[in-house]
């Protein structure tokens, strides 16, 4: 692994222009915390949009989930 290397800007101009791919990790955390339905329900949020920083705050604010379980997701979108 440490003769991996990356190109940082690529990856943070990616993860910028494509926040779709930040859903995985959403879907992880709403899993761990008992939602059988969290890959349907992002699918159907997600799928053939273009997905913006500000669109996922709103699903993340619109979610019936503990305010500890919106900080760690509004943490994931704080990171890009």
């Known amino acids: 692994i440490s003769k991996l290397s990356y190109n940082k800007t690529k ?3 990616d993860l910028i222009n494509h926040w779709e791919l930040v859903t995985e ?3 992880t955390i709403l899993r761990t915390v008992g939602d059988p339905k ?3 329900r992002l699918r159907e949020f997600s799928q053939g949009k273009i997905i913006t920083k500000k ?3 709103k699903y ?3 979610l019936e989930v503990e305010k500890e379980v ?3 997701l509004h943490n994931i979108l704080a990171l890009v």
Do not use: H
């Open 60 to 62: 993340i604010d619109s």
């Open 38 to 40: 969290a890959y349907e």
């Open 70 to 72: 919106k900080a760690k």
């Open 11 to 13: 990856l943070e101009s």
């Open 55 to 57: 669109d996922l705050t």
């Open 25 to 27: 990790g959403i879907q």
